[in-house]
């Protein structure tokens, strides 16, 4: 794939993070053998990684997602995000609430595409102390 066929994947991968999430377009972006590389206590599958951001979704049912930067290996078929998202936090998510305030997350995750699909996934999260007032 080209750097802008990638780029475009991570974009609409980002999107799904926020409410309403386009359940049908995360089928279509993750292929059926998917690994979860960074599975924060779940299992690594494309199931149970769905299921975490449900969770994510619905701690902070209003949430808006954002590519800030995004970093592109067209040889190896690996993208790197930065990605920052804000929503007020309803449920308790990742130790964290509920806080009932407005909340600024951040992370970074690299994926993998093979064959128009993202077939591997890491990533890190940031929720400690980014209370918007």
Same mark, same amino acid.
């Given at each position: 794939?080209?750097?802008?066929?990638?780029?475009?994947i991570?974009?609409?991968? *980002?999107?799904?993070?926020?409410?309403?999430?386009?359940?049908?377009?995360?089928?279509?972006?993750?292929s059926?053998?998917?690994?979860?590389?960074s599975?924060a206590?779940?299992?690594?599958?494309?199931?149970?990684f769905?299921m975490?951001?449900k969770q994510?979704?619905?701690?902070?049912?209003?949430l808006?997602?954002?590519?800030?930067?995004?970093i592109?290996?067209?040889q190896?078929q690996?993208?790197?995000?930065?990605?920052?998202?804000?929503?007020? #936090?309803k449920?308790?998510?990742l130790?964290v609430?509920?806080? #009932?305030?407005k909340?600024?997350?951040?992370g970074?995750?690299i994926?993998?595409?093979?064959n128009g699909?993202?077939?591997?996934?890491?990533?890190?999260w940031?929720i400690?102390?980014?209370? *918007?007032?």
């Amino acid at each position: 794939m080209t750097r802008p066929e990638l780029e475009d994947i991570t974009r609409k991968w *980002i999107s799904l993070w926020c409410a309403p999430t386009d359940w049908d377009l995360f089928d279509k972006l993750h292929s059926e053998n998917f690994v979860d590389m960074s599975p924060a206590g779940r299992e690594s599958t494309k199931s149970a990684f769905a299921m975490g951001l449900k969770q994510f979704i619905e701690a902070f049912p209003d949430l808006q997602s954002t590519a800030e930067e995004i970093i592109v290996d067209e040889q190896a078929q690996r993208v790197a995000v930065c990605w920052s998202a804000v929503g007020t #936090n309803k449920l308790t998510f990742l130790g964290v609430g509920p806080t #009932n305030r407005k909340t600024k997350i951040t992370g970074i995750e690299i994926i993998e595409i093979s064959n128009g699909r993202i077939s591997k996934r890491w990533g890190e999260w940031d929720i400690s102390e980014h209370f *918007i007032p």
